[in-house]
């Protein structure tokens, strides 16, 4: 089954404690990207990746950081988790450029106390 | 700059009754994809449609249909004889041709739709 796999889905930590959220896809996509989903601000951009090795920042990109060993993995890090991080995480991955949908994973809802 | 406005920010139905959503967009490209996206209770996003900006024809794919126009910056969404299980928040969201992020959408702010049996 085609998917994006995100783990944890629920994630309770303390402030400055280092986490990584993972994210995997089966379908052989070169994109992929991290979005944070916040109440009445819709999806934000965080990082995104056009292929291994190849990262760039999107529109909300302080306090992560991403990497892209392989192509089908995009971790995200939050080095120093602050409680304005608490959100929900979605990752994404498409096949090609912008006229494609983007597949998302199921969303990382993180609380940073 | 890119730009995706979903005005409606909650809207409550009775089963039944057809219900529009409405997105507008602002881009500098000629050249551009629209989405819409579903997003249930249980929280994940599920991709509903894709249209270019070339192909203004409406859509329509059994209760749901689409109407583009590009003369007024539009990608509207129609649920028709709407059902509970249609109450989602519904995400419209651009993708511009010359943006050298070519693995982004723009997404507005999501309508949150109910639909009351």
């Known amino acids: 089954e085609a998917q994006v796999t995100q783990n944890p889905r629920y994630l309770i930590t303390v402030t400055g404690k280092k986490l990584t959220v993972t994210c995997s896809q089966n379908?052989?996509?070169?994109?992929m990207s991290w979005y944070r989903q916040d109440p009445g601000l819709g999806l934000r951009q965080i990082y995104y990746?056009?292929?291994?090795?190849?990262?760039d920042k999107g529109d909300v990109p302080e306090g992560y950081k991403v990497s892209r060993k392989e192509k089908r993995n995009f971790p995200l890090i939050l080095e120093s988790p602050s409680p304005n991080q608490t959100s929900l995480y979605f990752c994404?991955?498409?096949?090609?450029?912008?006229?494609?949908?983007?597949?998302f994973g199921q969303g990382t809802r993180l609380t940073v106390v | 700059a890119q730009k995706v406005t979903q005005a409606q920010t909650e809207i409550s139905v009775v089963e039944k009754e057809d219900v529009t959503l409405d997105c507008v967009y602002e881009?500098?490209?000629?050249?551009?994809?629209l989405f819409w996206y579903k997003q249930p209770p249980s929280g994940e996003l599920v991709f509903l449609i894709r249209?270019?900006?070339?192909?203004?024809q409406n859509e329509i794919s059994g209760r749901y249909s689409w109407n583009f126009q590009k003369s007024t910056s539009s990608f509207n969404f129609t649920i028709t004889a709407s059902q509970v299980v249609d109450s989602a928040v519904y995400f419209c969201?651009?993708?511009?041709?010359?943006?050298?992020?070519?693995?982004?959408?723009?997404f507005g702010d999501g309508t949150t739709l109910t639909v009351k049996p």
């Open positions: 990746s056009m292929n291994v090795e190849v990262t």
């Open positions: 994404a991955s498409r096949l090609g450029g912008k006229n494609t949908e983007a597949f």
């Open positions: 379908m052989n996509h070169e994109y």
């Open positions: 969201a651009l993708s511009e041709l010359y943006n050298t992020n070519a693995g982004k959408s723009t």
């Open positions: 249209r270019n900006s070339f192909d203004e």
């Open positions: 881009t500098r490209d000629t050249t551009y994809y």
